[in-house]
Structures are given as structure tokens and as C-alpha cells.
């Protein structure tokens, strides 16, 4: 293998997936729904790809983008962000929000560059920034309360501390709001003061905004790009799998200034330069829908978190109630619960040298047949400690299955 792959092979994704495979648990591990799609969307699909009319459909698109889909992507979000967005040239479609954020990184960053993560993270953007010869600079968010049934609000930048990962080396800053795997939604303070610091050392803001629809009472998902003089360096990357539930279907996009899409746009284009027509097409369609039902309850947009809201509690209650002390998500699909109430008690064996969530969530989908995703693998070695204590669960799952998870949680406790 080439030089650069080296050091980055480990994928926690690859391991668990390749579990769940081979022990078939209750998997409330890898963010996917147990249950149907929008019907909405996966009729679009199936006329897309059968219609007699317009056959071309299975065949190539425009490389950056579906002219239906990059149309509808930049009418809503100069909607949302509150300026005109020119689809030609400051919107990019790409393989899933993944290779967004890969050809966002590999398009703007150079070697030497700084890359700062927060921690925790979704595990794709160390490999990303060192493949493109950045270096990643690693920021925690920590916990202001560690006991009892806690928030992810309740884990916050030390602005000390933030201030001084910034140097004039920094060309960006990746933000997950809402954040998997804590479910923390940043709020207009905690991004402003991001924002400040960008300006302040020229550095770009990388937002994954996938989970941008989930948020929970009381909380409400801010966009970097709607700051003061933020639109000028902020690259934003959504989700057709988060937004529309099929994350089979593997449709992202970038959004931002021309200028800053240009790098994303080449990497693209010399590596997928273009997705599959017709699933691109029905996420198109699925917009057109969306928008014309925008601010109804029966908009996706808010009948999917509304349905989700209950799914939280529920976890919540079922994780309580078996002796975990689960960290209470503002969004997203996630859940962390603090497992030390059943690992003080069990050996959960293994090998001693991997860190001791990895352990027990191997255990757990061996011998109880459940499957988490441990948390270690969203932070650097050197604060991989913070995330040994929890368990990453997902909750867009059905109903029964939460429950059947909590049967499991409690015979152990
Ligand atoms: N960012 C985050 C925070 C995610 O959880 C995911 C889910 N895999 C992605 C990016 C990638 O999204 P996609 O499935 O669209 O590639
Ligand atoms: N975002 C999902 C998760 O965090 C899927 C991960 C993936 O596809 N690699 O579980």
C-alpha cells in the first residue's frame, strides 16, 4: 500500500459492521432507521428509474450536481441561510455527506496546514486531514457535570482553550452540529465565538450539518454560513441519507462561496465526478415536496424530529431505568450512557491493550447479543480516555427494539 494509507487503517466502522455481521445482535450500533423511508422519496426512485418518458434518467448527469437537485438544494438553503445561492457554482453534489467532507478537506487544506477537531467526532475527519497533509489539532469538549442523568448541552468549549488551538497555521475548524455521537447542538453563543476565531486567523469553518433537521424541544439547529461575515468562510455539508432517512442511498452536498467550492469541486471531479442520476433526482424531488409543505407538521422536516423526540425519551427512560446514566441528546440520532454501573461488575475479557468501551461493546454484542459503537473511536489517542466510560447507541430504530435493548440493559444490572 502507498505511504499515506499507513497509520490510517483502523476503521471502528469497518470492525463493527464486519460484528454485527457475523453475531447478527439487536444492532442499535451504525445510524441507520429500522424502518421505511418517506414514501415520498422512494416512489420518486422507482419513477425515476422505470419512466418511458425520460430515459435518459439512468444515465450520467452534470458532475457537480444534478441540474433538478442542485436547483432545489440551493432554493432551500438561500431560504434557510438567507441569501441568493447560485446553483451553478456554489453548490456541489457528492457520494453521501462523506464525500463532501472528504473532497472539502482534500480541496482546501495543504500539507502543513491545521486542521481543528472537537472532540468528540465522527471518526472520518483524522484520516481525511492526514491524507491531505494536514495536521489535525484536537480540541474536548468537556462535560460541566459528570454524575446522574446529564445533557449534551452540558458539555461545552473551554474558550481558554479554543482560543489557543487557533495559530496562524489553522486553515479550518470542522464542526458537527447537531453533533454525532453526543447529540450536542451548538448554540449562537458557542458559534459566534467559533466564528470570532475564525475571522480573527483567517481560518475556513467546516460544518457537517447532516443531522440539521433533528433537533429536540427547545433547541433549535443555527447555521455557521447565517453569522456575521460568516458565509464568506463557511463550507456546509448535508445529508439526502440523514435528511430523507435512506442512508443507502449515499447523496450529500456542499454548499458555500464559489471560491471556496472550487478545490472540493476538482477533487470531485477527477475522483467520482458524477453520482447516480436517479436517486439524485428523487432527492430532488423529495425537496420540491418539502418545500412546497415547508413549516406544516407533515413537512419531513418536522414530522421526522417530532417522531424522533418520542424515540429520545424513550431511550432515555430505558437506559435510566437500567442503571445507565445516559447524556440527554438536543439532536441528532444518538445517545451516549455512561455503562460503569455494569462494568464495574462484569469481566468483560478481551484484549487488554484496546481500550475498555471498545471491550465491553464487543462483549456485549458476543454474549448479549446488542450492539453499541464505543465512543474512544470519536476522540484522539491522547483523549480517547474521556469516551471510555459510555456507549454509543442509536435510536432511530423501531419502537420494540428500544425496548427489547432495555430488557437486555437491565438483566445486567
Ligand atoms: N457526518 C456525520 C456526523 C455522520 O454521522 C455521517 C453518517 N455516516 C456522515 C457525515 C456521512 O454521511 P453520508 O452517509 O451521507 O455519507
Ligand atoms: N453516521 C453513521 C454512524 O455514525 C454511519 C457511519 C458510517 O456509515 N460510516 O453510525
Known amino acids: 500500500a502507498a505511504t499515506k494509507t499507513f497509520g490510517i487503517e483502523k476503521s471502528v466502522w469497518v470492525e463493527f459492521i ?26 420518486a426512485l422507482a419513477e425515476a428509474s422505470t419512466s418511458e418518458t425520460n430515459v435518459l434518467l439512468n444515465q450520467y448527469t452534470r458532475g457537480f450536481g444534478h441540474p433538478r437537485l442542485v436547483a432545489a438544494v440551493a432554493k432551500l438553503y438561500s431560504k434557510l441561510v438567507g441569501r441568493e445561492i447560485n446553483p451553478q457554482t456554489e453548490v456541489l453534489v457528492t457520494a453521501g455527506a462523506y464525500e463532501g467532507l472528504f473532497a472539502t478537506i482534500m480541496g482546501l487544506v495543504n500539507p502543513g496546514d491545521e486542521v481543528i477537531i472537537i472532540e468528540p467526532f465522527f471518526d472520518c475527519y483524522v484520516p481525511q486531514v492526514k491524507l491531505a497533509g494536514g495536521t489535525p489539532v484536537y480540541i474536548p469538549l468537556r462535560p460541566k457535570k459528570t454524575e446522574g442523568i446529564t445533557s449534551s448541552g452540558d458539555w461545552v468549549l473551554d474558550p481558554m482553550e479554543l482560543a489557543n488551538a487557533f495559530t496562524d497555521k489553522t486553515k479550518a ?3 458537527n452540529t447537531p453533533n454525532n455521537p453526543l447529540g450536542k447542538v451548538y448554540t449562537e453563543g458557542e458559534l459566534t465565538m467559533i466564528a470570532d476565531l475564525c475571522k480573527k486567523h483567517n481560518s475556513i469553518a467546516i460544518m457537517d450539518e447532516v443531522y440539521e433537521w433533528m ?15 460568516m458565509w464568506e468562510r463557511t463550507v456546509s455539508i448535508g445529508s439526502a441519507g440523514k435528511t430523507f432517512s435512506v442512508t443507502g442511498w449515499k447523496i450529500g452536498w456542499v454548499y458555500g462561496p464559489a471560491n471556496l467550492l472550487k478545490g472540493p469541486q476538482v477533487i470531485h471531479q477527477h475522483s467520482v465526478y458524477t453520482c447516480s442520476t436517479p436517486i439524485q433526482e428523487a432527492v430532488a424531488q423529495g425537496f420540491e415536496i418539502e418545500m412546497e409543505r415547508f413549516g406544516k407538521p407533515e413537512c419531513y422536516f418536522l414530522s421526522l424530529p417530532a417522531e424522533l423526540e418520542v424515540k429520545r ?72 480516555e474521556i ?27
Open 173 to 175: 475548524i470542522v464542526v
Open 215 to 229: 433537533t429536540y424541544s427547545g433547541t433549535k439547529h443555527v447555521r455557521m454560513a447565517t453569522l456575521p461575515g
Open 18 to 43: 464486519q460484528l454485527a455481521l457475523e453475531v447478527k445482535p439487536l444492532n442499535l450500533g451504525q445510524g441507520f432507521p429500522d424502518f421505511a423511508a418517506p414514501i415520498t422519496v422512494r416512489k
Open 387 to 413: 469516551g471510555e466510560n459510555y456507549i454509543r447507541f442509536c435510536f432511530i430504530k423501531e419502537d420494540e427494539n428500544l425496548e427489547k435493548a432495555g430488557e437486555i440493559l437491565r438483566a445486567l444490572k
Open 313 to 384: 425519551d424513550n431511550i432515555v427512560r430505558i437506559l435510566a431505568d437500567a442503571g445507565l446514566n445516559p447524556i440527554v441528546p438536543e439532536g441528532g440520532y444518538f445517545i451516549l450512557a455512561d455503562v460503569r454501573n455494569i462494568t464495574s461488575k462484569i469481566d468483560v475479557g478481551g484484549d487488554p491493550s484496546e481500550r475498555k468501551d471498545f471491550r465491553f461493546v464487543k462483549w456485549l454484542s458476543r454474549n448479549r447479543k446488542l450492539q453499541g459503537i464505543p465512543p474512544s473511536a470519536f476522540y484522539s489517542p491522547e483523549h480517547g
